[in-house]
C-alpha cells in the first residue's frame, strides 16, 4: 500500500494536499480523512481488528497470548477494556493504571 500512496502522490506521500487531491481521482472518491492526529486500528472483543480506528490517547496496548511477536502492537479502546474483565486483563502493565473508573481502578491485579 505504501508503494501505491508513493505512486499516485509522484513521492509526496507524506504531504497532505497531495494524498487529498490523489485519492479521489485514483483511488476512490468515498474516502474522506481522518481528522485523528495519532490513528490506531483497534481489535474488537474477539481480537480482531475492527473498522474502528481510534485516537492513541483514547486507547490502552493489550498483549493477547497467541499475538505474534512481529505482528504490529495491539490496541483496545479504554472504554472497551473497562467495560471488558477479560480484555482488561490482557492491557500491558504500562497501560493499566488508565483503567479507572469515577476514581475507582478496574484492572485485575
Known amino acids: 500500500m505504501d508503494s501505491l500512496i508513493w505512486t499516485i502522490t509522484r513521492g ?3 504531504d497532505a494536499d497531495a494524498l487529498r487531491k490523489a485519492v479521489p481521482d485514483k483511488l476512490s472518491a468515498a474516502l474522506t ?13 474477539y481480537l ?3 473498522d474502528t480506528i ?4 483514547k486507547c490502552v496496548e493489550v498483549q493477547p497470548d497467541d499475538w505474534p511477536p512481529y505482528a504490529e502492537r ?6 472497551d477494556a473497562i467495560a471488558d474483565p477479560l ?3 490482557l492491557v500491558v502493565s504500562e497501560d493499566k493504571s ?4 469515577a476514581g475507582k481502578s478496574v ?3
Open 48 to 50: 480482531v481488528p475492527s
Open 12 to 14: 509526496g506521500a507524506f
Open 33 to 45: 480523512p481522518l481528522r485523528v492526529s495519532e490513528p490506531v486500528v483497534t481489535l474488537d472483543e
Open 98 to 101: 488508565r483503567l479507572t473508573t
Open 87 to 89: 480484555m482488561a486483563g
Open 107 to 109: 484492572a485485575p491485579q
Open 54 to 57: 481510534d485516537e492513541l490517547a
Open 74 to 79: 495491539a490496541w483496545v479502546r479504554v472504554e
